[in-house]
C-alpha cells in the first residue's frame, strides 16, 4: 500500500539552527512528492514539489528538499530557521493527477526565540 | 486566482440537521478532494472527483454525500453526524497534467453536538 513516513514529530529548535525533517515514501512508481506547512489556525500551504529532474528542489521561505531515489527519501532542510517557521510540516505523495495525495502523520516544528 | 474557497468557515450542527459544505475553484482544475483532519493528525481523503465523476471513495460512511454539480463545484452533504465527526473538512483541487500540486482551501471547522 502506498504510505509516506515521517520520523519526526516534534522538533524544537533554537533560531538560526539547520533544519531537516525526514520523509519516506513507499515504491509505487513515478511519484510526485510535495512538502506542505500548515501554520497555525492557516490552511495547507506548498512549500515546494519534485515530479522530476534535479532531485534537490528549492521552495518558498529558504526551503529545499533532496529527492534520493535508491532510499525512497524526499527530506525537508532549511540552513537557519526562524520563528516564524514555527508550524506543521507534511510530507505527501501522489503517482498521478486525480490520484490519491497521501500525507505522511506530519511534524511539529516548534522555534524557541 | 489560486484559491480555492470554502463555505462555511465553521459549522456547529446537530445530529438530527442536514447541512452541506461547499467548495470552489476557478482554476479550471479538474479533479477536486475532500479531506478530513482532526486536531494534530495528516489530513485524510474521502472522496476524489475527476472530471466531475467520483473516483474515489475511501470507504467514508453515507452520511457524507459528496455531489460535483460542475467543474468549479464541490459539495459535501452531511445528515445525521455524529460527534466524532467533527474535525476540519478540507477541500483540494488540482491540475489535469499529472505534474501538478493540490491547492487547499482553509477548510470548514466543524463541530456535531
Partial sequence: AQSVSQHNHHVILSEAASLELGCNYSYGGTVNLFWYVQYPGQHLQLLLKYFSGDPLVKGIKGFEAEFIKSKFSFNLRKPSVQWSDTAEYFCAVSYSSASKIIFGSGTRLSIRP | ?113
Fill in chain 2, 1 to 113: 486566482d489560486t484559491e480555492v474557497t470554502q463555505t462555511p468557515k465553521h459549522l456547529v450542527m446537530g445530529m438530527t440537521n442536514k447541512k452541506s459544505l461547499k467548495c470552489e475553484q476557478h482554476m479550471g482544475h479538474r479533479a477536486m478532494y475532500w479531506y478530513k483532519q482532526k486536531a494534530k493528525k495528516p489530513p485524510e481523503l474521502m472522496f476524489v472527483y475527476s472530471y466531475e465523476k467520483l473516483s474515489i471513495n475511501e470507504s467514508v460512511p453515507s452520511r457524507f454525500s459528496p455531489e460535483c454539480p460542475n467543474s468549479s463545484l464541490l459539495n459535501l452533504h452531511l445528515h445525521a453526524l455524529q460527534p466524532e465527526d467533527s474535525a476540519l473538512y478540507l477541500c483540494a483541487s488540482q491540475g489535469r497534467t499529472v505534474h501538478t500540486e493540490a491547492f487547499f482551501g482553509q477548510g470548514t471547522r466543524l463541530t456535531v453536538v
